[in-house]
């Protein structure tokens, strides 16, 4: 069973920085895309980030240049560092599985099979 935890939200003053970190068990990651999810309230989950199986990465237009995506497959996480954050920001963020090996493309929600429980990043401003 897959199952993915993450960690490290909280509560941060603009223009602060938060690291978020993503553990994947029941399935090595290293042949998946990866995302992280923004959910705002009353807002529908978007794509913040995302790193495919090979590396290649994919950021919304307003974090680029503020956060960063790696993966190390060698202990199955996913991280995302988030700086100069925003009161924007604000929102629940969740770790996505590509439900397919090799997956072509990043961007739709419902290629991802697999979903952590999220955590709450706060940004006062």
């Known amino acids: 069973q897959v199952q993915l935890v993450e960690t490290g939200g909280g509560l941060v003053q603009a223009g602060g920085s938060l690291s978020l970190s993503c553990t994947a068990s029941g399935r090595s990651i290293s042949t998946h895309n990866m995302g992280w999810f923004s959910q705002a309230p009353g807002k529908e989950r978007e794509l913040v980030a995302a790193?495919?199986?090979?590396?290649?990465?994919y950021y919304k237009e307003s974090v680029k240049g503020r956060f960063t995506i790696s993966r190390d497959n060698a202990r199955n996480t996913v991280s995302l560092q988030m700086n100069s954050l925003k009161s924007e920001d604000t929102a629940v963020y969740y770790c996505?599985?590509?439900?397919?090996?090799?997956?072509?493309?990043?961007?739709?929600?419902?290629?991802?099979?697999?979903w952590g429980q999220g955590t709450q990043v706060s940004v006062s401003s």
């Open positions: 790193v495919t199986w090979s590396g290649s990465v």
């Open positions: 996505a599985l590509d439900g397919s090996n090799y997956g072509l493309g990043v961007k739709s929600a419902t290629q991802y099979g697999y």
